[in-house]
């Protein structure tokens, strides 16, 4: 088959640590920070799990599809043969150049298959990097909101 390189999977994220049973904000009880903060901790396992999910569906088309291609070649490079063969031709340099041709063709679409595959694990990190990022936001603004309601309670703003 007309492999073309090494596609290794992009390394599993670290498990999310497990949410304290109640964090807080070192001396302040806040009861919506907490709840706040732990539906986030949450929402990045559950988002972890659907991408683990959706990435082991992808290898599993991805390998399917390339054993399939696999599979096709061969049929293929049989039929090359015996056309060539039923003409007298197996020896000729046209049969060798179709033969080329043939390989030349699966390489090309297993190149194709390992570049898209590449690709799509790519985009899954940079989803899961965003959505990281976007809890970092989320986590600072929770904090400053259980800043500001503690303010108000205690009339300090």
Excluded: H
């Excluded at 929402?43 to 054993?67: F, K, P, V, W």
């Excluded at 293929?76 to 056309?83: A, H, K, L, N, V």
């Excluded at 039923?86 to 090309?108: E, H, P, V």
């Excluded at 595959?117 to 965003?130: T, V």
């Amino acid at each position: 088959s007309g492999k073309t390189g090494r596609i290794t999977a992009v390394a599993p994220p670290k498990p999310a640590a497990k949410p304290a049973a109640k964090p807080v904000i070192p001396g302040f009880e806040d009861d919506t920070y907490n709840q706040q903060t732990s539906d986030a901790q949450k929402a990045l396992a559950d988002y972890i799990t659907q991408m683990t999910g959706q990435q082991n569906n992808y290898d599993t088309e991805y390998n399917r599809n390339l054993g399939n291609a696999g599979d096709q070649e061969k049929l293929d490079e049989t039929g090359i043969s015996d056309d060539y063969a039923a003409r007298w031709m197996a020896q000729s340099g046209t049969y060798l150049q179709a033969m080329a041709d043939q390989k030349d063709r699966y390489a090309k679409g297993n190149s194709a298959l390992a570049c898209g595959k590449s690709e799509y694990l790519s985009n899954l990190q940079a989803a899961l990097q965003n959505f990281q990022s976007q809890q970092g936001i989320n986590a600072n603004q929770y904090k400053q909101d259980a800043i500001n309601r503690r303010a108000t309670k205690y009339n300090l703003a």
